[in-house]
């Protein structure tokens, strides 16, 4: 499992029915390519989350298939339609099958 | 007593960088956006791609794609070792087709966006990127 894995994440605390809300969220990772090399030429091997998906009320919002080519503490920034209160789950896939999760709630009003 | 001692460094050059990065495959950038597209004709435009024109720093480019009614959209960077960055798949709560995040440019090069829009066509556009300081382990 990689060390200091921390989720921040930002959904507004309430909001209207049908309303649009930004959510920004990041992920301390170092998202090791797989490209690189160390001190003595050799491959530094990939450790990289390969996927990321938001849901709220259990239907998905997005979901993301990552690449190495994602920069180190990746971070995304989208737009759901809520329409009722809820949690909305955030949950990271990692290379070594660790799963991060982060929920947060919305009130509507 | 004289002591004399030379050092030559004729093999062992201290900085000696050279570039890791392979020959970009463009062959291989059009077998996935064919994988994404199932071979489909895809329309110019439709899609927005923004990303800056120079980015110092290649390790982490903000980028941000969108485009109405798409249900998924790849990322392809064309000069990058391995070309797929990510790609968005949109699901019924999404609010607009949106999405920003940062991504590693190995160096100046184009980045492909392709959208699936949910009446099953695609669209394309691509923007080029000049990148000052190399990401990828570069």
Redesign the interface.
């Given at each position: 499992m990689a060390k200091g894995v921390r989720p921040r994440v930002k959904v507004p605390k309430t909001a209207s029915s049908g309303d649009?809300?930004?959510i920004k969220c990041l992920i301390s990772h170092k998202m090791e390519?797989g490209?690189?090399?160390d001190k003595e030429g050799n491959k530094i091997p990939r450790s990289i989350i390969n996927r990321f998906t938001c849901?709220?009320a259990g239907?998905?919002?997005?979901?993301?298939?990552?690449?190495?080519?994602?920069?180190?503490n990746?971070?995304?920034?989208?737009?759901?339609?809520?329409t009722e209160s809820g949690d909305f789950k955030f949950v990271w896939h990692d290379d070594d099958g660790s799963v991060y999760e982060e929920v947060k709630t919305i009130q509507v009003a | 007593m004289e002591f004399t001692r030379r050092e030559t460094m004729a093999t062992g050059g201290a900085a000696v960088l050279t570039a890791?990065m392979p020959v970009p495959s463009f062959a291989m950038v059009d077998d996935l956006v064919d994988e994404f597209t199932g071979g489909a004709d895809m329309a110019e435009g439709g899609v927005n791609l923004v990303a800056p024109e120079i980015a110092e720093n290649g390790?982490?480019?903000p980028i941000e794609v969108s485009a109405d009614g798409a249900v998924a959209i790849m990322v392809l960077?064309t000069g990058?070792?391995?070309p797929?960055?990510?790609?968005?798949?949109?699901?019924?709560?999404?609010?607009?087709s949106?999405?920003?995040?940062?991504?590693?440019?190995a160096g100046t090069q184009d980045i492909v966006a392709v959208a699936k829009m949910a009446d099953g066509s695609f669209a394309r556009t691509q923007k080029t990127v000049k990148v000052t300081i190399g990401?990828?382990?570069g």
């Open positions: 649009v809300v930004t390519s490209q690189r090399k849901s709220l239907e998905t919002i997005i979901d993301v298939a990552m690449e190495p080519a994602i920069s180190t990746p971070y995304f920034e989208f737009d759901a339609t809520v | 890791m390790n982490t480019v960077a990058n070792p391995l797929p960055v990510a790609t968005f798949n949109f699901g019924p709560l999404a609010g607009e949106r999405a920003k995040t940062r991504i590693r440019l990401g990828c382990g």
